[in-house]
């Protein structure tokens, strides 16, 4: 079917867009893609369906006035950056893992290190949301499931396979602080903030998506550099809600990220669905208001107060460039890198299946790659990072010289 009327100017847009989301969007994606309900992938159903044609902008400005509140469905979500298998290797090191995998804080509960999970393979989820306080996860796993809840002021984690709970209270009085993109609404709004007049934006087909009607949105960088191929987001014809999220590389094959529907209803969940009581005899872990956890077990009992969850980030973050081959850096301070042979073992072996050495007027260091995101780490410490090649990292190291 011949593309839609297409929008590539999007001035209003451009004015709207954040600084290094073209990176940050896709590793969003795929390190917290269910936070909240919905970062779910879809199979289209056959067939194109008859729709009015529509402009881009049209499109954007549907999309930005849906006003869809309650939903239920069943959802997959398959996540591909290319890294090695090193036989579970890579979910210690993120602090994933299957079903009874634990966090720093103790508790296999814990969304935190639970939802990194969600960063390779493919999972099949159920979601529910009835307004912007009652949402439900479930992450369906071979002989377990794993729930995130959130009903008013209460958030809950649940793991049936080691009988363990997270719990955290909401206090609305405190500033939140910003939350990552996790439904393919969020998204395509963050993807939409990243529009200016180094992207196309076109209305390219439609297609059924979870029995509904959709129309095809496609955003694509103009500039070569960029290992985003296209992003392209099926918008419901009807209520302007994205259905689908997919994200592929300039590199060809299959997408890093295909998220969507595979049946949605519209219909106000049972106020039940997000009704929760921790089992009995179950361990939970409690995070107070300072954001230390504290453990008891069973229905009751005496508290003991733990450590902090480690927050902050490297100083000194920079953007170099604009549109989708910006590069985010920094100096750690630090020395590099060790090379895989320095470290032995299967780390020394994860590091060195991901990486490239890489020299030029910066000196030497190593290009750790993914299918979407590469950084390169030089041996004095500073990193670049984000969804653009080698050659454009090693460039802006050496004009960093």
Known sequence: ???????????????????????????????????????????????????????????????????????????????????????????????????????????????????????????????????????????????????????????????????????????????????????????????????DDTTSVTVEGTAHVAGRDAYRLVIKPKDSGSTVGQITVAVDAKTGLPLKFTLTPASGGAAVVDAGFTQISYAKPAASTFDFTPPKGAKVTEEDASGAPERHSGDSGDFSGGEGFAKGGPDGLNVIGEGWTSIATFDTGGQGIPSGSEVGGDFGGFLGSLGDKASGKFGEGTVFKTRLINALITDDGKVYVGAVTKDALVKAANEAK
């Not at 779910?40 to 159903?45: F, G, H």
């Open 1 to 195: 079917m011949a593309p839609y009327e297409s929008d590539d100017s999007t001035e209003d847009l451009g004015s709207r867009r954040r600084k290094a989301a073209r990176y940050v969007v896709p590793v969003a994606v795929v390190g917290v893609a269910a936070a909240t309900i919905g970062l779910v992938p879809a199979l289209a159903d056959s067939g194109d369906p008859d729709l009015p044609k529509i402009s881009a902008q049209q499109l954007i400005e549907k999309i930005a006035a849906s006003d869809v509140e309650q939903l239920s469905g069943t959802v997959k979500i398959t996540t591909d950056l290319g890294l090695p298998d090193l036989g579970g290797l890579e979910n210690s090191l993120t602090g994933g893992g299957g079903s009874g995998s634990r966090s720093d804080d103790g508790s296999s509960a814990d969304p935190t290190s639970k939802l990194t999970e969600l960063a390779s393979g493919t999972h099949t989820l159920r979601v529910a949301a009835d307004g912007e306080d009652k949402q439900k996860l479930s992450l369906l796993e071979n002989a377990a499931e794993y729930s995130l809840i959130h009903n008013g002021k209460d958030v809950w984690g649940y793991d049936s396979g080691s009988n363990e709970v997270f719990h955290a209270t909401a206090d609305e009085s405190s500033p939140k602080e910003e939350e990552v993109p996790a439904t393919p609404k969020d998204l395509t709004e963050d993807a939409l903030k990243a529009v």
